[in-house]
């Protein structure tokens, strides 16, 4: 009896971590896709509308309130508008998330650090320190690790697989680089 419930207990645990991992993989291999035609419309007038799930709540806010400033640019917004996006980063950040790229990032984060560049992001900027200075900022069809969608060819989805990068001028990034 001893040894039928020892059995039992095995196989319900993995039979349980089988369903969590079935679970995960459904949610990707990235983070969770821009959902918000507002955000979508507003932010991708002037670049990538990157994922909330790529920054951390407080980043997110941080930038929501600095937008008369936004990166030398004057994006200010109604404040309904303002408000609305906000809330939206914020429920979406990494920090709220379960999605494999978002755990990251916010594990490789100090909780004293709010970065406002994703290139800022220390799990990313490890995730790219194989690349020369050639291959982005001296490449004109990437100029900076900020344009995601330049080599990430499923960005727009969420997905940053290593096995769906094409670098402009380089080509497809092997295996054997991730």
């Known amino acids: 009896m001893k040894t039928f419930i020892t059995l039992m207990t095995i196989l319900t645990l993995m039979c349980t971590q089988l369903l969590q991992a079935d679970e995960d993989y459904s949610k990707g291999p990235g983070v969770a896709p821009v959902n918000n035609p507002l955000y979508a419309t507003e932010c991708s007038a002037c670049h990538f509308a990157y994922q909330p799930g790529l920054m951390p709540a407080r980043s997110w806010k941080k930038i929501m309130l600095n937008l008369d400033k936004h990166f030398d640019e004057n994006a200010e917004l109604e ?29 490789s984060l100090s909780r004293e650090h709010t970065p406002i560049r994703i290139t800022e992001i220390p799990y990313l900027v490890r995730k790219h320190n194989e690349m020369s200075s050639d291959m982005v900022n001296g490449n004109p069809k990437v100029n900076s690790l900020s344009y995601c969608e330049k080599c990430h060819r499923r960005a727009e989805t969420g997905s940053y697989s290593e096995r769906e990068i094409n670098i402009p001028g380089y080509g497809l990034w092997e295996d054997d680089h991730s």
């Open 79 to 107: 404040i309904d508008e303002q408000n609305a996006l906000t809330n939206y980063l914020v429920k979406n950040a990494a920090d709220f998330s379960n999605h494999k790229r978002s755990v990251k990032i916010m594990r």
